[in-house]
């Protein structure tokens, strides 16, 4: 199982671009290619994807994890390249993606083969959980219903063994604790605490980051 950062507020590779957003490409043997929300725009997305050697067209799966212009914003660009992916959005975005069926996620649900949503968690997001040999590694856009509650969620398919993405203001760090694999991305408020508190399990985040499990 692989997880590229295609949009991050930060750069680890040169000749991608960073914008304030999250984005990120998994790759698994079993499912189709999947896009896990899409930045703030589509030029930077798609610029990044581009320079990564990531086909839009490849995408079979598009799963939004919330509402806000920072991961959505880049979708118009990959629907207009991409005719035909599934897409998954919490039901709590409400604009309609006219021409092209969308499942609105509610509760917990399976996407694809080791591949699941938490569903949508108190009203705003949902986060994906990923079934890998080591344990459920946890993929969130901007963690607003809280990393605890999220990796709880999660632990529905197994134990969490990891977490990558946005974790905005969490500051509970304790709940870090069992995990072995910890990517702060994008808005996370905290990230030198982090760091600092789990330095051989934090991975630096960054457009251009692959993470394999
Ligand atoms: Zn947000
Ligand atoms: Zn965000």
Known sequence: MKVTIVYD???????????WGFSSV???????????DTGADSPTLLHNMRELGIDP???????????????????WGILEANKDADIYVPASLRSAIPGREVTRVVGSL???EDIFSTGELRGIEQ???LKTDKGILVIVGCSHPGVGEI?????EWGKAYGIVGGFHG??????????????PCHCTQYKSEIKRLFPDKCLECGAGVAIEV
Request: glycine content about 10%.
């Open 26 to 36: 998994i790759e698994t043997k079993n499912a189709p290619l999947i896009l896990f």
């Open 9 to 19: 507020n930060e750069v680890s590779k040169e000749g991608l671009e960073a914008g």
């Open 57 to 75: 067209k490849d995408i079979g799966v598009i799963v939004i994890s919330h509402a806000h212009g920072d991961h959505t914003g880049g979708l």
């Open 170 to 183: 969490f500051r509970d760090f304790d709940r870090l604790a069992g995990l072995s694999l910890i990517c």
């Open 110 to 112: 399976q996407i694809c």
């Open 127 to 129: 986060s994906l959980a």
């Open 151 to 155: 990796i709880d969620a999660a632990s």
